[in-house]
């Protein structure tokens, strides 16, 4: 539970905006594990960092 008072953790809204993407492609991709999420209660969340890396490592970018 630490985690989620030192981690950004943003909805699925906001990590589709910041990847510049519709949230259900987002969704889409959280079905398929394409991208690092994580499901607290019932809503599925995401690590600012953990997104921001996945960009970067070039994971993100899809066939």
């Known amino acids: ?3 989620l ?3 950004n953790y943003i909805s699925i809204e906001d ?9 259900v492609t987002l969704r889409k991709w959280i079905k ?3 991208v ?3 499901k607290i209660g ?5 690590k600012r960092s953990e997104l921001e890396e996945w960009v970067k490592s070039g ?3 899809m066939d």
Do not use: R, T, V, Y
Not at 15 to 23: D, E, G, P, R, V
Not at 42 to 46: A, G, M, V
């Open 59 to 61: 994971k993100s970018a």
């Open 5 to 7: 008072i030192n981690e």
């Open 32 to 34: 398929d594990k394409n």
């Open 15 to 23: 990590a589709a905006l910041f990847l510049n993407i519709k949230s």
């Open 36 to 38: 690092p999420a994580h």
């Open 42 to 46: 019932k809503q599925w969340k995401f």
């Open 1 to 3: 539970m630490s985690d």
